[in-house]
């Protein structure tokens, strides 16, 4: 019996997949791959974290099952994160939902607001799920070309006047993935007038906030007003290195926060308590350790940009987050960002994610993660200069030869 699923019909092949495949491979050939291609954090997780995760497990009653919404002590600690770091009050019994990471309660929000014939603006490049949670949940997604900031910003309200119907929601991710890019508060207050003008929401990824090198990104929610249209889902992923805790948070529009919570009842009965206990303890803690990664994704940052500019590969210094967004060199362009990145793998053992899968606009870009020590960064760059001096038509392994 041959039978294609609707939804799994809507979701192109994933095109990161191809490039663990072809890693996998070369690993399995005994290659020293330099991973930079997936954002997940090599750093530890904080020991005071750990020994509260080990301490709340061995009590029996939190072996039971949890609560989906999240326990009330760790929506409390957010809301109390949300004060001290942006000034925004949060009721955490109504704004406040603990989620089984950001990409889960983004998913979850768009399966509570999204439908068959609804219309949703994302931005493109972005985060595959800003587009795919919504393809998912059955609704349509107008791209708008966001390869800054401005652009994205400027060209809402034309998506909003030609889209049929019009947008439910408009999605916004700063820090950015995979640009990298930042706003202030008055790019908020633009976008917040703007959907309020055209009454759709907001839906805002703050996923790498902490990770910053200037100055301290925003949160929409800072914005007078914008809790009546919008909402913002976080994560201790990157901040605490908990990427496989699986905790995060949504928080901001009350009704918005209703439905998500709704769909979760349905769904999980929330993250493992002893998790959500650690997550508390994080949140209301000492703060060194985020200071400390953040110096090291720093320091990875300039490493990066010293040595792979050196080898002849640009990588414009990102302000924030763990990655740095780089246009392809002029030689290799012509290949696209897929292509790009396989011979980068198969021929100099360095792995990049494919700028082409966060959208079409993305394809002369490769995203580059900060997620090896710097004496690996240095080792990726000296492989990448003969990569690149060997020219689009070699096909010559040239991975270090200390490997």
Known sequence: ??????????????????VNRKAAALRAEGADIIDLGMGNPDLPTPKHIIDKLCETAYKPKTN?????RGIPGLR???????????GVKLNPDTEVVATLGSKEGFANLAQAIAAPGDVIIAPNPSYPLHTFGFLIAGAAVRHVKALSPEEYLSNIETAVRHSVPKPTATVLCYPANPTAHTVDLDFYKEAVRIAKKHEIWILSDLAY?????????????QVNGAKDIAVETTSMSKTYAMAGWRIGFAAGNERLIAALARVKSYLDYGAYTPVQVAAAAA???????VDEMREIYHQR?????????????????????MFAWAPIPDAFKHLGSLEFTLRLIEQAHVAVAPGVGFGEYGDDYVRIALVENEQRIRQAARNVRRFLEAGPDSSAKVADAAE
């Open 64 to 68: 039971r099952y949890s609560a989906s």
């Open 76 to 86: 409390k600690a957010l809301a109390g994160y949300y004060d001290r770091r942006f």
């Open 301 to 321: 940052r300039d490493a990066l940009c010293e040595s792979f500019g050196r080898a002849g590969f640009h990588v414009p210094k990102p302000a924030a987050s």
């Open 283 to 289: 949140l209301n803690g000492p703060q060194d350790c």
């Open 209 to 221: 906030t902490e990770i910053y090198f200037d100055e301290p990104p925003p949160s929409v929610l």
């Open 1 to 18: 019996m041959k039978l294609e699923f609707h939804k799994i019909r809507r979701l192109p092949p994933y095109v990161f997949e191809q």
